[in-house]
């Protein structure tokens, strides 16, 4: 399997942290305000959490796309 690529539309995140508290070794809001992905290939292992994550978001600003084999 070739993984999943994880994508934010900066444009409709409102920086809300939620996806933070489900998945927070892939996503993080900093200081400055701004969310910030740290992991866009996670391992299979998170991926129902990041999943969670994607679906919780509130503003629909996160997106999982399977890669390419």
């Known amino acids: 399997m070739a993984g999943y690529q994880v994508d934010a539309d900066f444009d409709l995140c409102e920086s809300n ?4 508290g489900i998945a927070p070794e892939v996503f993080e809001v900093r200081d400055d305000g701004f969310l910030y992905i740290l992991q866009e290939n996670p391992p299979e292992e998170i991926m129902s959490r990041v999943h969670e ?9 996160l997106s999982v796309t399977p890669l390419p084999d």
């Open 17 to 20: 942290a939620v996806c933070m």
């Open 53 to 61: 994550a994607v679906a919780a978001c509130p503003k629909r600003a």
